[in-house]
């Protein structure tokens, strides 16, 4: 990139100062080749923007948001598989033996949903429980991303990545052959048992009724302290008494004040019955 349209460290703390106001996501220093790479498409000579600077005045001064969707598009991480940390799919299967027979209604909640991947692995492992559930039970899968929520409403994932990780049981219960044979496509049932919608987990969350389990997984790893902090509070007060909330193995709770009590595995539960 020519030095005409170079990013210098002034503008990409403008750039880091606007991410973190509209997601809550923290932008490290280093992180700066990562900006000039996911924007590379947009800023420089026979692009929409020219320079960096010019394409910052059009995030700040836009009225409808296209800009700062696209910009937050590009800037998110999303990285899924499925049935990703196995134990705690397993510890799904446990609350839903335990407690699925008695809620008047489930509720399960993918944070972080990218891809899809995840949600849909919490939708396999619903519908292969044996016994009995309240017939209000479902999945509810959001992202701050656009781009990604409608890949995984499309349900397509390439075929090695769902040999690799899914088994032949469920392939043949919830897959079919697409492109033939590269893709994969999530069958209709299945995709019905998922709702996808758009959310911002720094904003309010608009749901009636309280979750059982929400896999907030690899997601507080790109925000600060207090950030963190505020989105583990909203969580606790959307889950029901004794319900759970899952981090990422590699996440911790640590030096935030919270009130959930450390159940096990990165899993953590709101006191109640």
Not at 184 to 205: A, G, H, P, T
Not at 223 to 236: H, L, N, R, S, T
Not at 249 to 269: M, T
Request: glycine share 6%.
């Amino acid at each position: 990139m020519s030095d005409e349209v170079a990013l210098t460290d002034e503008l990409f703390g403008r750039f880091s100062v606007l991410l973190a106001e509209k997601t809550g996501i923290a932008l490290k220093e280093y992180k700066k080749y990562l900006v000039v790479s996911r924007l590379a498409s947009l800023v420089g000579p026979g692009k929409r923007f020219l320079t960096f600077d010019s394409y910052y005045h059009a995030l700040r001064t836009e009225t409808d948001g296209a800009w700062t969707q696209a910009f937050i598009n590009a800037l998110t991480t999303n990285y899924s598989f499925f049935f990703r940390d196995p134990i705690h799919f397993k510890l799904l299967e446990q609350y839903l033996r335990e407690r699925g027979p008695a809620e008047p209604y489930l509720r399960f909640w993918s944070a972080a949903s990218s891809t899809g991947e995840e949600a849909y692995s919490m939708a396999m492992t619903v519908a292969n429980h044996v016994g009995a559930l309240p017939s209000d039970c479902k999945i509810l899968a959001t992202d701050i991303s656009t781009k990604v929520l409608s890949q995984a409403e499309e349900g397509l994932y390439g075929s090695e990545a769902v040999v690799k990780n899914v088994t032949h049981e469920d392939q043949m219960k919830y897959f079919e052959p697409w492109d033939e044979g590269r893709k994969f496509r999530i069958k209709d049932r299945l995709r019905e048992r998922v709702d996808f919608r758009q959310l911002n987990l720094q904003k309010e969350y608009p749901f009636r009724k309280k979750m059982d389990v929400i896999f907030l997984r690899n997601v507080m790893i790109y925000f600060g302290p207090q950030e963190k902090a505020d989105v583990v509070d909203k969580m606790y007060a959307h889950l029901k008494p004794g319900g759970l909330m899952v981090i990422g193995l590699s996440e911790s709770l640590a030096g935030i004040q919270h009130r959930f009590v450390s159940y096990k595995n990165s899993i953590f539960r709101k006191p109640g019955p």
